[in-house]
Nanobody, 129 residues
Framework: QVQLVESGGGSVQAGDSLRLSCAAS????????MGWFRQAPGKEREFVAA????????YYADSVKGRFTISRDNAKNTVYLQMNSLKSEDTAVYYC??????????????????????WGQGTQVTVSS
């Protein structure tokens, strides 16, 4: 089992920055990748960014490339999402996700919800224009 706890959400103005954190506990020695997804009101959950734990391969949704940066701290079993130049369309609940080691997947596959085994409870990000 892996437990994920997100933090760092809040309400900001367009153009501001926020940094989300997701701390993992439990079976963290079996981490293959971690990712961030988001769900806006009335919309389906969508991929934001992901990082492969070994090697650090990064993968981003086109909508956040150049504005968001995902990173990790292996020692703290924590993944971060630095969000800059926030837009009103970034408003959503942001979820952290964890995939166990169970074989290689391509970077693009890290953007697929079904590839993840555990999910956090979500943290709200609200961007006002």
């Amino acid at each position: 089992q892996v437990q994920l706890v997100e933090s760092g959400g809040g309400s900001v103005q367009a153009g501001d920055s926020l940094r989300l954190s997701c701390a993992a506990s439990g079976r963290t020695f079996s981490t293959y990748s971690m990712g961030w997804f988001r769900q806006a009101p009335g919309k389906e959950r969508e991929f934001v960014a992901a990082i492969r734990w070994s090697g650090g391969t990064l993968y981003y949704a086109d909508s956040v490339k150049g504005r968001f940066t995902i990173s990790r701290d292996n020692a703290k079993n924590t993944v971060y999402l630095q969000m800059n130049s926030l837009k009103s369309e970034d408003t959503a609940v942001y979820y952290c996700a964890h995939r166990l080691i169970r074989g290689f997947i391509a970077a693009q596959a890290m953007g697929v919800m079904n590839e993840y085994d555990y999910w956090g409870q979500g943290t709200q990000v609200t961007v006002s224009s």
